[in-house]
Every structure is written in structure tokens, then in C-alpha cells.
């Protein structure tokens, strides 16, 4: 049995307080009555997640949690006290994070980037806000231009600090973002570049070249859903055209460039026309 994840064990015998379930080596752990159906019968598998209650003793739930063992998750803390801050993490028993493991004192309500792992010392699963520790930028499975999977865990002047694939680290920098971005988001990037000391730049776009192409279907599209005609131009606001087309200035001047060069649009001053 695997404490921290989601694990396929059999039912064994009911009880007065709920279900007992086994796996292949014959350990059992119950399933409290209160997540039980009353369909489940003898020899039923159930998908179940494992955990300790709150006197330690290892059970299991059918609820959903928001992180599992080795994962980095978005939570919010919805208590402190003299042991530590606790968080929400979709379990009746709440989530802790020890002082020692805060980077910074924690605060009531605010949502914060954690890993979960099994502390060895008392065998329950806690989790840290330190999750710099968890990831090296050493050992690369990824190059530039690759697309990978983001976390964002922490702001700065410069942009923000993002989770990349679950191993490394990088910096999304800030005048390179044109939509909101909050801690915890989990967005799709591109590898920008990676320096000779290993920090790694990402881009919430692609490289250029795919991105202006992309942003030409995307100018087209809106185009025929508007009838054919956007009210904008090279002289509409950086906002305007986010607005509308979720792309920066930059590249709304360059894909229009390109399109008016195919002869697929005509440009007036205050709008775009699609040429039929």
C-alpha cells in the first residue's frame, strides 16, 4: 500500500464502521462508512486514496485531493497554529506545512505553491513551501523551443519563478506577460533560453516565427467572426487589441504586416478589412 497515492485494492469484509480493503500481499485498511455507497460488496475493487486521520492511523478516502505524494500544488491555508500553518488540500483532515519548512511566515487565506512528501521522522505526509529543493536545473531533459508545463510558485521584480515539468526551474520575465498571472497557475511555456550557468528563460508564447503564424489564424478568425472587420490598427491601444485578440502590440503589427503582404486583409486608419 502506497500512503500519499491512489491505490486499487479489493474489498474484504464488512464492518460496523465501515469497509476493510486488502491488496495482493494480504495488508487490509479501512474505508470509513461514511464514503461508502452501499453498493460495494466481497471482491469489489475501489480506487481509493491513502492517507493518515487525524489520530495517524492510515485509511482510506474516495475523496479527490488536490495534491498527492511528490506533486507540487496550489493551496490555500485555512488554519495556523502553534505546530504550524494548515491547508486546504480536499481532505477532511487539513494538510500542515511545519514553521521549519515555511520560507516565509505564511499567512491566513493566501494560497501558496507546496510539494507533499512523507516526513521519515513520523511517517505522515506533510508539505513544504521550500520546493526550490526539489528542483535542479544540473541534469536538462529539455532544450529550447521544447514546450513544457509550468507552475508559476513565486514573483519578483524581474517576472516570475515557474515549476517546469515538475524537475526544473525558470523565470517567465515580466515584460514579456500580457494576460494576469497569480501563484499557482499551471500554464503551457516554451523554452526561451538556456543560460551557460543552467537558469533557464521561458516564454509564455513560442518562438517567433510559430508564434506570428499562430496569431495570423488567429486575427483571421476573429476577422469572420466580427463580419469581416476589426476596429483596430497599428494606432489602437496595447489593450484594445489584447482585448480582442489576446496578443501583445508587437505582434499584432507584425501579423498584419504579413497578412496585408498576402493580400488576404486592407488596413485603414481605424480598421482591418478581410479581402473577399
Do not use: C
Amino acid at each position: 500500500m502506497k500512503i500519499g497515492e491512489i491505490n486499487t485494492l479489493k474489498v474484504a469484509r464488512d464492518t460496523p464502521h465501515g469497509i476493510f480493503l486488502v491488496d495482493e500481499e494480504g495488508e487490509d485498511v479501512l474505508l470509513p462508512g461514511k464514503y461508502l455507497t452501499g453498493s460495494e460488496k466481497e471482491g469489489d475493487v475501489l480506487a481509493v486514496f491513502l492517507y493518515n486521520d487525524s489520530e495517524d492511523r492510515i485509511v482510506a478516502t474516495t475523496e479527490k485531493p488536490k495534491i498527492k505524494l511528490n506533486e507540487f500544488a496550489a493551496l490555500k491555508v485555512i488554519d495556523v497554529n502553534k505546530s504550524g500553518v494548515f491547508l486546504d488540500w480536499g481532505l477532511e483532515k487539513d494538510l500542515l506545512v511545519p514553521f521549519k519548512e515555511q520560507n516565509k511566515k505564511m499567512q491566513l487565506g493566501n494560497t501558496y505553491v507546496v510539494r507533499m512528501y512523507l516526513d521519515e521522522e513520523t511517517d505522515r505526509l506533510v508539505a513544504t513551501a521550500k520546493v526550490k529543493k526539489f528542483l535542479s536545473n544540473d541534469d536538462l531533459m529539455i532544450g529550447e523551443k521544447d514546450q513544457v508545463n509550468l507552475i508559476v510558485f513565486n514573483q519578483s521584480d524581474l517576472g516570475y519563478d515557474v515549476i517546469i515539468n515538475e524537475k526544473h526551474m525558470g523565470l517567465v520575465f515580466r515584460n514579456e506577460v500580457f494576460a494576469p498571472v497569480k501563484i499557482g497557475d499551471k500554464l503551457t511555456g516554451f523554452v526561451k533560453k538556456i543560460r551557460p550557468d543552467g537558469k533557464i528563460d521561458i516564454s509564455l508564447q513560442p518562438d517567433i516565427k510559430t508564434h506570428i503564424e499562430n496569431s495570423n489564424d488567429e486575427i483571421l478568425s476573429a476577422l469572420v467572426s466580427h463580419g469581416g472587420v476589426l476596429k483596430l490598427s497599428d494606432q489602437s491601444t496595447p489593450e484594445e487589441i489584447y482585448e480582442t485578440l489576446h496578443i501583445s502590440k508587437k505582434t499584432f503589427k507584425k501579423s498584419i504586416g504579413n497578412l496585408y503582404k498576402q493580400g488576404k486583409i486592407t488596413l485603414d486608419h481605424n480598421q482591418i478589412t478581410m479581402v473577399k
